[in-house]
């Protein structure tokens, strides 16, 4: 069983489309978070939601949307998609937001703006 | 604000040779610390964790000591594989008002060749 899922896994589209990447977890876990891998590997940190709630929030332009129906799943929406926008994005999953909590990571959505 | 440093990569080394990955990190208070491992096309998957100071963390041969004196927590394998190779990430995550956000050094490539 697939603990942290997302999809899909590849994501080709053009600049100014509106897109969405799924993300759920079997983990039971309270907590989530969407990480931005760039070209050069570097992975930052874009939100958190603890039991629905948005916890964090780094500096990410507000195309970008966050959306946790429920503490199994965490959807990110971009709109008006940029060159720029091209990376892998990572969701994870830890039991809560506690500092001693390993995350899990799904395997990542490679997305593609031309 | 928090941050890791990591020694710039990319390591290239033969099989059966010893690695050493540094890891130096800012943070406040006493975080916790991890190592992650990203084989090709494959997500982050959790390597070894230390939550305490003098605490080492082990896991397929690497092993890592938070050591708090030095703010440190290098990697170390005693005898590398071909299967070693990968992209090696030392994390933190504070507590507080960090909400457990894990903060990334900019990852060390590893080439093991026979």
């Known amino acids: 069983d697939t603990a942290v899922s997302q999809t899909p896994k590849y994501l080709v589209t053009q600049m100014g489309n509106d897109k969405s990447i799924k993300c759920e977890q079997n983990?039971?876990?309270?907590?989530m978070y969407w990480y931005k891998q760039d070209s050069k590997k570097f992975l930052k940190i874009m939100f958190s939601?603890?039991?629905?709630?948005?916890?964090i929030n780094e500096t990410v332009p507000n195309r970008f949307s966050p959306k946790s129906p429920d503490k199994a799943h965490l959807n990110l929406h971009i709109n008006s998609l940029e060159l720029g926008d091209s990376a892998v994005y990572f969701c994870?999953?830890?039991?809560?937001?506690?500092?001693?909590?390993?995350?899990?990571f799904g395997p990542g959505t490679r997305l593609t703006v031309t | 604000g928090d941050s890791v440093t990591q020694m710039e990569g990319p390591v290239t080394l033969s099989e059966e040779a010893f690695l050493t990955i540094n890891c130096t990190y800012t943070?406040?208070?006493?975080?916790?610390l991890f190592w992650y491992v990203q084989y090709p096309g494959e997500g982050l998957q959790l390597l070894l964790k230390?939550?305490?100071?003098?605490d080492k963390g082990s896991n397929k041969g690497f092993e890592a000591t938070y050591r708090k004196e030095t703010t440190s927590f290098h990697l170390e394998k005693g005898s590398v594989q071909v299967s070693d190779s990968a992209v090696y990430f030392c994390?933190?995550?504070?507590?507080?008002?960090?909400?457990?956000?894990?903060?990334f050094g900019q990852g060390t490539i590893l080439t093991v060749h026979p």
């Open positions: 994870a999953s830890s039991q809560d937001a506690g500092y001693s909590y390993e995350q899990y």
């Open positions: 983990l039971g876990h309270d907590t």
């Open positions: 939601y603890n039991n629905k709630e948005l916890i």
């Open positions: 943070a406040t208070g006493y975080p916790s």
């Open positions: 230390a939550t305490k100071a003098d």
């Open positions: 994390a933190l995550r504070s507590g507080g008002t960090s909400y457990g956000k894990l903060t």
